[in-house]
């Protein structure tokens, strides 16, 4: 079987990446980043998200950004807004988070030589960060096959993203069918040490919609209604 790294964070959208890389046959090994993000319950759920879904490991690696500051998942004196879905770059964005985590994700590549790399992002429904959008993705899998050993010596690494161009309605459907169950997953940008989401914030926003659109009850544990 080929191995594949994928990046779990404990989300909705990881989850299902998850599921998918497995569905296609890849042996799957699960990274997840401690980041210093104010909502650490997500890396508990993708503990039993990784148990759940049979991985053959699972590391969690420790990069305390919030001593960088910069986003309102890393710095509690900026507020999550919890206002509304706004047009622009939202203050939850984090400066070089998925390049950071990917960095991680293609170092672990090279050492169980790996050639595939699944990371959840969305280019439809999501907040509008940098990172999440198709050209990004291109250029760091370019990227990948210039500064790797693994790849200079013939090997092509492919960043596999395959929520890129789906609604939130389309991965929950999708993840339904793949057996998901997202009551273990935590999305929410200030859930509390037991995973209860509030609700309010852009990620639940989105969350509720997308099972509102598909016509899914919506197993999220929410703290406001």
Not at 31 to 47: F, V
Not at 129 to 149: G, H, Q, V, W
Not at 158 to 170: I, M, Q, R, V
Request: proline share 4%; with cysteine; glycine share 8%.
């Amino acid at each position: 079987m080929r191995k594949a790294i994928v990046l779990l964070s404990g989300g909705l959208d990881s989850a299902t990446t998850l599921a998918i890389a497995r569905d296609k046959g890849f042996e799957c090994y699960a990274l997840s980043i401690d980041y210093g993000q104010r909502h650490p319950s997500e890396l508990a759920a993708a503990l039993k998200i990784g148990q759940s879904m049979g991985v053959q490991a699972h590391q969690t690696i420790s990069v305390n950004l919030s001593v960088l500051g910069g986003s309102a998942l890393t710095d509690k004196s900026i507020a999550v807004p919890t206002e509304g879905i706004i047009t622009g770059i939202p203050v939850t964005y984090v400066p070089a988070r998925n390049t950071i985590m990917l960095s991680l994700a293609l170092a672990w590549a090279e050492v169980l030589e790996s050639h595939d790399i699944f990371i959840g992002v969305n280019a439809i429904d999501y907040s509008g960060y940098p990172d999440c959008r198709p050209d990004y993705i291109e250029a760091f899998e370019k990227m990948s096959n210039l500064a790797t050993k693994t790849a200079r010596e013939g090997n092509k690494l492919t960043l596999h993203a395959p929520l890129l161009n789906l609604s939130k309605k389309e991965i929950i459907c999708l993840g339904v069918e793949l057996g998901i169950d997202y009551a273990v997953t935590v999305s929410c940008y200030q859930a509390d040490e037991s995973g209860f989401a509030c609700g309010l914030c852009d990620a639940c926003r989105i969350r509720k919609a997308g099972f509102l659109a598909a016509e899914i009850p919506d197993p999220t544990r929410y703290r406001i209604c």
